[in-house]
């Protein structure tokens, strides 16, 4: 698995780590974005926590990088359970 580091089911993720929680779907139709995910997967900072369909990623900053999980949760309900 070339460039993807695959991890157990459940991570954690500190609110305050969080840039943007984002819907897979409609924030790849921008090019942007799809360079910025193709770039962050060349450089190993891309986690898959689930191997369901991915339907959000989120962008953290940790240790002064940035990572980029894909989850099978929606961004609505990730949005949800962060501010809570």
Request: aromatic fraction near 10%; proline fraction near 1%; hydrophobic fraction near 40%.
């Given at each position: ?7 157990r ?24 974005t799809?360079d ?20 959000a990623?989120?962008v953290?900053?940790q ?12 961004a ?9």
């Open positions: 698995m070339h460039g993807k580091r695959f991890y089911r459940m991570e954690i993720v500190k609110y305050r780590d969080i840039i943007g929680i984002f819907d897979l779907e409609k924030a790849t139709l921008s090019k942007k799809k910025f995910l193709a770039h962050a997967t060349k450089e190993g900072r891309v986690i898959t926590v689930s191997y369901e369909m991915p339907k990623f989120i953290t900053i240790a002064g990088k940035t990572i980029v999980y894909i989850s099978q949760i929606s609505a309900t990730l949005k949800k359970r962060a501010s809570q």
